[in-house]
């Protein structure tokens, strides 16, 4: 008698944290779906350890795991354009979780097209942004893979996961719950729920982790030299070249001494929802605000002035999940030609949570101490300022006279 062959199951890259919900997960999607799955686990600066959470996700039942460090790409394919772009969400938000999901999401479909799987699964809940961040990008690179998302599908509380975990042999690490739901990469901490979901409740000491309560930072202040060459800063202080990585790795240090990078806000969520955030962004602050500065002195007044409101699109298309969109990649073209002659230093004062700038110079600068000084050595042509002020006020003196009555 012919011996039947054994089935072959179709195979699911899951976005692994090591947490409960996706260590849950993993065994669900066995049960539910009947599927193979392979956790991939991606460090983009956040703390933990991803070696620990894939020996789990075997131990679990992920027939492969990957721990993948793309911290550097991060850095130089997302946060680079997006501090070029100086995008803050609503005027506000740096984007930190915002565009880590597009590098999360385009790894993933990577590894599925490597490993012949047809699924995509993430952790995300029905109500945040990042289900539609996953989503999007995942259709947009590759719109044949079919996506999960577990949390959506099950009712079940933290207590009932910690029971399925239980009867399903489940290891997982069962620590005291968190009163806030918090995310962290290197570009920013973001933090919710708890007592912060009441507006007018100011956030618990407890609530920061990155930086010192202002009140508390030192009393004396702390100067920085950030050194940039295209929009991008390319070295601190004395050292003129180093690492992008390194440079913001060591401004959250600084900043958060001086508790700077606070930030609490009303958030428009994309689902509809607003939301109240609380986020940690020392780096962030610190060079959005140079770079910005850099950029009043180097480009004209009307590129300066239209960047504003590409910006404000870009930031937009960032935080809702339109990073691998046409007009997105045609708004960084626009914006990467904008940087050509965005070179120089600008020194940012850190003091007691805030990050100001106090000086810049810039070898392409457009500022002409010879035109703007009142002092000697004053070569403005004074004597043209009554016809030039002739000539611009001419269309409302001639609607004045018109409109007379």
Known sequence: MASRSKKVRDKVVLAYSGGLDTSVAIRWLQQKYDLEVIAVSINVGQPGDLQEAVDRAVEIGAVQAYAIDATDDFVKDYIGPSLKANALYMGTYPLATAIARPLIAKIMVDIAKKEGAKYIAHGCTAKGNDQVRFDVSIAALDPELKIIAPMREWVMTREDE????????VPIKVKKECPYSTDENIWGRSCECGILEDAMAEPPKDAYEWTVDPEDAPDSPEYVDVHFR???????????????????????????????????????????????????????????????????????????????????????????????????????????????????????????????????????????????????????DHRSAEGFIYVWGLPLRTVAKAQKK
């Open 230 to 380: 295209k929009g991008v800063p390319v070295g601190l202080d004395k050292k003129k070249r180093m690492p992008l990585t390194d440079i913001v790795k060591k401004l959250n240090q600084l900043g958060g001494e001086h508790g700077c990078g606070r930030v609490d806000h009303i958030e428009d969520r994309l689902v509809g929802i607003k939301s109240r955030e609380i986020y940690e962004c020392p780096a962030a602050v610190i060079l959005i605000n140079a770079h910005r500065d850099l950029e009043k002195m180097v480009l004209t007044k009307d590129l300066f002035s239209y960047k504003r409101g590409v910006e404000q699109r870009f930031s937009e298309l960032a935080y809702d999940g339109l990073w691998f969109s046409p007009l997105a990649e045609a708004l960084m073209a626009f914006v990467d030609k904008t940087q050509e002659f965005v070179e120089g230093t600008v020194r940012v004062k850190l003091y007691k949570g805030s990050a100001t700038v106090v000086g810049r110079s810039s070898p392409h600068s457009l500022y002409d101490t010879g035109l703007a000084t009142y002092a000697d050595g004053d070569h403005f």
């Open 162 to 169: 910690i029971e399925y975990a239980r009867q399903n042999d």
